[in-house]
């Protein structure tokens, strides 16, 4: 197994308790500070985090996990999909602007609402070529 980079992390101490209460990225386990409302410095300190082998995650990561974890910064851009059933549909218009709105089934029973005017938006048809097995 790979060993894990070390890690620079940006980190804001707080001015009461003295101990992280900010860091970026994000890291909840590198936050220290238990104070009600931190008052995080106004300059961050670079601390480089070096990944020591016990403190690696019981598991390790699936290449699905990486995949989406690469894909978790701002401003990276994705195109979200998920395949579901259409439960409802309805048209409506107020006048001005009229739409096309849906209630999507996921496969894990959930519904949800989709908003047809999101820019964006692409609803298509699953093929049944697609759904044979
Ligand atoms: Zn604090």
Redesign the pocket.
């Known amino acids: 197994m790979k060993a894990l980079p070390e890690t620079t992390l940006l980190v804001w101490y707080?001015g009461?308790?003295r101990?992280s209460?900010k860091v970026q990225p994000p890291d909840p386990e590198q936050v220290a500070?238990k104070?009600d409302s931190?008052v995080p410095g106004l300059r961050p300190t670079r601390v480089t985090v070096m990944h020591a082998p016990k403190q690696r995650p019981m598991h390790a990561l699936s290449d699905e996990e990486a995949r989406l974890r690469a894909l978790a910064r701002k401003g990276t851009r994705v195109r979200v999909t998920f395949e579901g059933e259409i439960a409802d549909a309805w048209e409506w218009s107020n006048g001005i602007s009229r739409g096309l709105d849906f209630v999507v089934t996921s496969p894990d029973g959930r519904r949800h609402t989709v908003n047809g005017k999101q820019p964006g938006l692409r609803i298509e048809a699953i093929t049944d070529e697609e759904s044979a097995p």
Do not use: L, M, S, T
């Open positions: 707080c009461r308790c101990k209460c500070c104070c931190p």
